[in-house]
């Protein structure tokens, strides 16, 4: 697609319930992270991709966090027994060169919300 | 753990006038972006800089990267309303095989007609 799709846009979860965020990537983009942003708050790193290999994922807050690109394509978030400190907007970003002088492109992210 | 602090944190200024946004860090970074950031949406990239004392002009907006690489600054002449929204600066941190962009806490920025 023309630009990095993510869904849902809204989500809204159950303290203790599993959610999975979907990312799709510019077609052929190497790269691909995502970030956390808490409310009026700058993006936390979270993890990296590079094609299927996560390269880094220093930032995932806790073992209940997951990420996958399976085919070095789509990714997923997923986030086991989610807790109210979970909410968030979880952005994802892709980049077409591993270089760190290349930007990103960001999608419109996930707003995750547990109640 | 954010490493890059921005000042000021908000800003209300009128049409028209001049403004500042500063991006400071003890650390290193290989490159620095900004990126503007509006509700609802993810963040777009404005510009990157790579070579410390670089000075890049986009219109009306000119970012300088700091001579050791450490800092930035942007720097807006005659705001619009349309320049309203979250300025983030970005490092980056790594190889060139496996990097990732560590940002700011981010300058909110209002600008009224």
């Known amino acids: 697609g023309a630009g990095v799709s993510q869904s849902p846009r809204y989500k809204v979860a159950k303290r203790g319930q599993d959610v999975a965020l979907r990312c799709d990537p510019i077609s052929g983009h190497v790269s691909l992270f995502w970030y956390q942003q808490a409310l009026g708050q700058g993006p936390e790193f979270l993890t990296y991709f590079q094609n299927e290999a996560q390269l880094d994922k220093s930032g995932l807050p806790s073992d209940r966090f997951f990420a996958e690109r399976p085919e070095g394509s789509v990714s997923t978030l997923k986030i086991q027994r989610t807790q109210q400190e979970d909410s968030a907007v979880y952005l994802c970003a892709s980049s077409p060169h591993s270089r760190s002088s290349y930007g990103y492109t960001f999608g419109s992210g996930t707003r995750l919300t547990v109640v | 753990t954010q490493l890059l602090e921005q000042s000021p944190q908000f800003l209300s200024i009128q049409e028209g006038e001049n403004l500042t946004v500063y991006c400071n860090s003890s650390s290193v970074f290989s490159s620095l972006q900004w990126y503007r950031q509006e509700p609802g949406e993810g963040p777009v990239l404005l510009v990157t800089?790579?070579?410390?004392?670089e000075v890049k002009k986009l219109k009306r907006l000119t970012f300088q990267f700091g001579d050791a690489r450490k800092d930035s600054s942007l720097h807006i002449t005659a705001a619009q309303p349309g320049d309203t929204g979250l300025y983030l600066c970005a490092g980056a941190k790594g190889t060139s095989g496996t990097y990732k962009y560590i940002f700011g806490t981010g300058t909110r920025l209002k600008v009224l007609a």
């Open positions: 800089v790579v070579t410390g004392g």
